[in-house]
Nanobody
Framework: QVQLVESGGGSVQAGGSLRLSCLVS????????MGWFRRAPGKEREGVAT???????KYGDSVKGRFTISRDNGKNTLYLQMDSLKPEDAGMYYC????????????????????????WGQGTQVTVSS
């Protein structure tokens, strides 16, 4: 069974940056659309960004222009560079793998992405103080 392990969370002041990483245990990493999701306290989990190999990343509206998703297939690792952080970016951040190898990342708004992802990490906490 695939394992996804996030790291890089922490506490930062508003306007600061963090870089999250997600190490995936399977060598088939490159075949899958990967995504970052987050859950703020008292809210439902929402899509942040997705990326497939050799395709353009997709971002949720609230993070466009501030966050950058990337992947290193040679290291089986997914990244999320978060810049210009805001207090509303705080929450638990999850790495996730699409249910189907070779499938494209889901289209549409980030609110509809979650059902397409079947493997999840435990999450890494991000705190942003004002």
């Amino acid at each position: 069974q695939v394992q996804l392990v996030e790291s890089g969370g922490g506490s930062v002041q508003a306007g600061g940056s963090l870089r999250l990483s997600c190490l995936v245990s399977r060598d088939t990493f490159s075949d899958y659309c990967m995504g970052w999701f987050r859950r703020a306290p008292g809210k439902e989990r929402e899509g942040v960004a997705t990326i497939n190999t050799n395709t353009k990343p997709k971002y949720g509206d609230s993070v466009k222009g501030r966050f950058t998703i990337s992947r290193d297939n040679g290291k089986n690792t997914l990244y999320l560079q978060m810049d210009s952080l805001k207090p509303e970016d705080a929450g638990m951040y999850y790495c996730a793998r699409h249910v189907g190898g070779g499938s494209p990342c889901p289209g549409g708004k980030s609110s509809v992405w979650e059902p397409f992802f079947g493997d999840w990490g435990q999450g890494t906490q991000v705190t942003v103080s004002s």
